[in-house]
């Protein structure tokens, strides 16, 4: 399972230092032109840098540049910009102790590297020196979701819109509202987060991009306008030409669902989208295709553990599906220990079925549903290890109501659902 958020981009609002950001909002969209993100980004760091030359100890220029280093994490998925973040937090702290934005740029790396535990523990002091400002609700509201503490993570997100209803606040609203199955209120918030616009193009792109695969559950037209929304936006947005070849797989067109995952993965060479190519080439029988594929997943996996992120959770996934089952299930449960969410509990779950173990994959299955049958992936695996256990009419349903979710939820599963309904 690709990791559902990426933390360390829009954490925290961008202060505001006289730079010049691009801020894109709904209402703007119809006059919008694409635009290379990057070169901006990287002047504004450039100037920040003089700024520290001149200004050594003032503590604003380090934290502008922690921000922005920030944005280019996300942006380029290259986690070596962590630790020069946090060189430059070391250096605001001597400056300027209480300042809050050393704790919560913390929490956000923290939450990059998936150690969910230290960023609820960084997020929770910046809260303490800075109650009155919502960015550092999102950070302890981020961390209580990955750890299973859902209605903290709800009253907190409740909090942070209460006190400021901006691009980050309305963003998490959505993805909680998801997680509970209301899928019309999620994108209703993805709306009002479009809406209020972000310091950066590629933030408001990547909220196109979510509101497009809710869409994609009931509309192909309108995803695909929401993903190519965000390409207008952000040119090479690897999520939305994600979203791109998902709905072209979905129609059937293969050759466009490649050429689009091809992009994705230029643009941003993480596993996700070598998992989807890799996919895509079983589906059409290419095994040797997808096999190379896989291989560059599992370096790409290894690779982010040698860099410091955890990344047990979501190889333990890739695995129980294209590899060991025995190692899948070592890692899901060190996934369920680091970060108890329902998203651990499906993984341990998929990983105890896809082990022969189907008593044990019914008790984790049955946990990862602790929110209701609102994920379709979570669904679609508690009706195999329904199957599996001899329970037929429950497994009917579930494979059932995993369709009636999103007829289009994975690339390999959406089609073995129907299957399995057949023979059912």
Do not use: C
């Not at 509201?141 to 209803?165: H, N």
């Not at 096999?291 to 990344?311: L, M, P, R, W």
């Not at 929110?371 to 992936?377: A, H, K, Q, S, T």
């Amino acid at each position: 399972m690709p990791s559902r958020r990426t933390y360390i981009a829009y954490a925290l609002a961008p202060i505001a230092i006289g730079l010049s950001f691009l801020l894109i909002s709904r209402s703007h969209f119809q006059n919008a032109r694409a635009v290379p993100p990057t070169p901006s980004l990287d002047r504004d760091i450039e100037t920040l840098r003089f700024r520290l030359q001149q200004h050594p100890d003032d503590a604003t220029p380090y934290i502008a540049l922690a921000h922005l280093y920030a944005q280019k994490a996300r942006e380029t998925a290259d986690t070596s910009y962590y630790s020069e973040i946090e060189r430059l937090l070391g250096t605001v702290a001597k400056i300027d102790p209480r300042n809050g934005d050393v704790p919560a740029l913390q929490a956000s790396i923290d939450a990059g590297r998936h150690d969910f535990r230290k960023s609820l523990a960084s997020a929770l002091k910046a809260q303490a020196l800075a109650p009155a400002r919502p960015a550092y609700d999102g950070l302890v509201g981020d961390a209580e979701l990955e750890l299973g503490m859902y209605p903290e993570a709800i009253a907190t997100f409740q909090a942070m819109v209460d006190k400021r209803p901006d691009f980050n606040s309305w963003s998490r609203i959505a993805y909680a509202r998801e997680l509970h199955g209301d899928a019309a209120g999620a994108i209703d918030a993805l709306e009002k987060a479009i809406g209020a616009g972000s310091g950066f193009a590629e933030n408001t792109a990547w909220a196109y991009a979510e509101l497009g695969k809710l869409q994609a559950r009931t509309s192909l037209e309108e995803a695909e306008r929401s993903f190519e929304r965000g390409l207008l936006i952000y040119p090479d947005h690897a999520p939305s030409l994600e979203g791109l070849g998902k709905a072209a797989f979905a129609r059937g067109n293969h050759a466009a669902a490649r050429t689009f995952f091809e992009r994705a993965f230029a643009a941003l060479p993480i596993a996700q989208y070598a998992t989807d190519l890799g996919e895509l080439a079983e589906a059409r029988g290419d095994t040797k295709s997808a096999d190379q594929q896989f291989a560059v997943v599992n370096i790409t996996y290894e690779q982010s553990k040698a860099a410091g992120t955890d990344t047990d959770l979501e190889y333990a996934l890739f695995l129980a599906d294209h590899g060991d089952p025995a190692l899948a299930l070592a890692k899901a449960r060190t996934a369920k220990a680091n970060r108890p969410n329902i998203h651990a509990d499906d993984a341990l779950a998929w990983a105890h079925y896809k082990a022969g173990d189907f008593a044990p994959a019914r008790i984790e299955s049955s946990r990862a549903l602790r929110l209701g049958e609102n994920d379709p992936l979570i669904v679609f695996h508690a009706g195999m290890i329904a199957k599996a256990n001899g329970a037929i009419p429950e497994a009917r349903r579930l494979l059932e109501k995993a369709l009636s979710i999103d007829p289009h939820f994975s690339i390999p599963y959406a089609s073995a659902a129907r299957e399995e309904l057949k023979r059912l």
